[in-house]
């Protein structure tokens, strides 16, 4: 079992930043991707951006690329989401999602196995 806490999320004006945090927690595996996805209220679950276990291969939607950033810090076992340029249209509710590389992209909501229970972000315009 994998445990995952997001924390960061907040009402923020149009043109404002945020960080989110996903702290990880269970079992340990040498191979594994991290990802973030949003939901917003009467539209399906979207990926935002995706890391794997070295840090080595990030991965963004179309919608968020040169505003968001995705990081890790292995040492404090956290993955981060750093988003600036905030817009009304990335009002929504973030989740942190873990898996194992397998036969899906690690965009597709299929290549993770563990959610966490999500973060409420609210831009304001």
């Known amino acids: 079992q994998v445990q995952l806490v997001e924390s960061g999320g907040a009402l923020v004006q149009a043109g404002g930043s945020l960080r989110l945090s996903c702290a990880a927690s269970?079992?340990?595996?040498?191979?594994?991707?991290i990802g973030w996805f949003r939901q917003a209220p009467g539209k399906e679950r979207e990926f935002v951006a995706t890391i794997n276990w070295s840090g080595g291969s990030r991965d963004y939607a179309d919608s968020v690329k040169g505003r968001f950033t995705i990081s890790r810090d292995n040492a404090k076992n956290t993955v981060y989401l750093q988003m600036n340029s905030l817009k009304p249209e990335d009002t929504a509710v973030y989740y942190c999602a873990w898996g194992v590389p397998g036969p899906y992209y690690f965009s597709d909501y299929r290549s993770y196995n563990y959610w966490g229970q999500g973060t409420q972000v609210t831009v304001s315009s």
């Open positions: 269970g079992r340990t595996f040498s191979r594994y991707i």
